[in-house]
Nanobody, 113 residues
Framework: QVQLVESGGGLVQPGGSLRLSCAVGKITLSFYDMGWYRQAPGKQRELVATIKRDGTPQYSDFVKGRFTISRDNAKSTVYLQMNSLKPEDAAIYYC???????WGQGTQVTVSS
């Protein structure tokens, strides 16, 4: 069973930045496409960004130009650099293997002045 441990969330002011990390265990990360997702209170979980095994990223329109997904297969870690944060980016952020539906605990991101 894959292990996913998200970290790096916190409270940030609008316009600020955060870098989320996802430590992936019990699988060989390089074999999998990975994604970052988020869920705000009262809303459904939504896809933020994905990164393919070959490193190709894709972004949802609402984060294009502000967020960057990356991976370090040697460290078995996936990252999400979030810049120019907006209040509407506040949510619990999760990483996961693309297509997998069992979720970790996520990391809370709060954007507020």
């Amino acid at each position: 069973q894959v292990q996913l441990v998200e970290s790096g969330g916190g409270l940030v002011q609008p316009g600020g930045s955060l870098r989320l990390s996802c430590a992936v265990g019990k699988i060989t990360l390089s074999f999998y496409d990975m994604g970052w997702y988020r869920q705000a209170p009262g809303k459904q979980r939504e896809l933020v960004a994905t990164i393919k095994r070959d490193g190709t990223p894709q972004y949802s329109d609402f984060v294009k130009g502000r967020f960057t997904i990356s991976r370090d297969n040697a460290k078995s870690t996936v990252y999400l650099q979030m810049n120019s944060l907006k209040p509407e980016d506040a949510a619990i952020y999760y990483c996961n293997v693309v297509g997998r539906t069992v979720w970790g605990q996520g990391t809370q991101v709060t954007v507020s002045s």
